[in-house]
């Protein structure tokens, strides 16, 4: 199974602020994806990273809050800008291993302050 | 639209049997996923089910009925480790989506 690594593992940030996550997965993948968790909630696709295209974004979620980068195809950055207090959530990287659906990274614990 | 319900908690003592039920109602299904997720730690894979039946992994059993949309997980002869959130999810093309969890609290 693909390892992925993704950080900061956590951050306290300023409202307003911006926060980029990196993700990288030891093995080649065609696609990445990004969801949001929040506090007591279960897991919610923000988007889904394409290499060589622009990023697919699920309903609820626009590319000037949540832009992504997919530069090749073993890494994906995931910036929320213009932070608030709404955003403080766990964010998690992840990529598709066909038959066993997702593997996570371990994880983003945002706070906005 | 998905529509996936799993219950919101389970308490069970610890060498029993617990199963955590999931039915879900999806636009399009090509496969049903269950993880765990303990506190403060990312999800982790426990089993797949694309064809109806019981799919067994050591004290992890997970069934699927596609016709009715239900699905469930069987723990076995539980431990004090599988206190954790149990989380049900559904694939439709690529994508999956979520149950809300159920958290499984194991007592001594």
């Known amino acids: 199974s693909a390892v992925i690594s993704q950080k900061p593992s956590r951050d306290i940030c300023q409202r307003g602020t911006s926060l980029t996550i990196q993700c990288q997965v030891d093995s080649q993948v065609t696609m990445m994806f990004w969801y949001r968790q929040q506090p007591g909630q279960s897991l919610t696709l923000i988007a889904t990273?394409?290499?060589?295209?622009?990023?697919?974004?699920e309903s609820g979620f626009v590319i000037d809050k949540f832009p992504i980068s997919r530069p090749n195809l073993t890494f994906s950055t995931l910036t929320v800008s213009n932070m608030s207090p709404e955003d403080s959530s766990i964010y998690l990287c992840?990529?598709?291993?066909?038959?066993?659906?997702?593997?996570f990274g371990q994880g983003t614990r945002l706070t906005v302050v | 639209g998905q529509n996936i319900d799993q219950p919101t908690e389970m308490t069970a003592t610890e060498g029993a049997i617990v199963q955590i039920n999931c039915t879900y109602q999806t636009s399009g299904f090509n496969g049903l996923f269950w993880y765990q997720q303990h506190a403060g730690e990312a999800p982790t894979f426990l089993s797949y089910n694309v064809l109806d039946g019981l799919e067994e992994k050591g004290r992890f059993s997970s069934f699927l009925s596609r016709s009715k949309g239900y699905s469930y997980l069987l723990l076995k002869e539980l431990q004090m480790k599988d206190s954790a959130s149990y989380l049900c999810a559904v694939r439709n093309d690529y994508k999956l989506s979520f149950g809300a969890g159920t958290t499984v609290t194991v007592r001594a």
């Open positions: 992840s990529v598709e291993d066909r038959g066993k659906g997702a593997f």
């Open positions: 990273a394409n290499q060589g295209s622009e990023a697919t974004y």
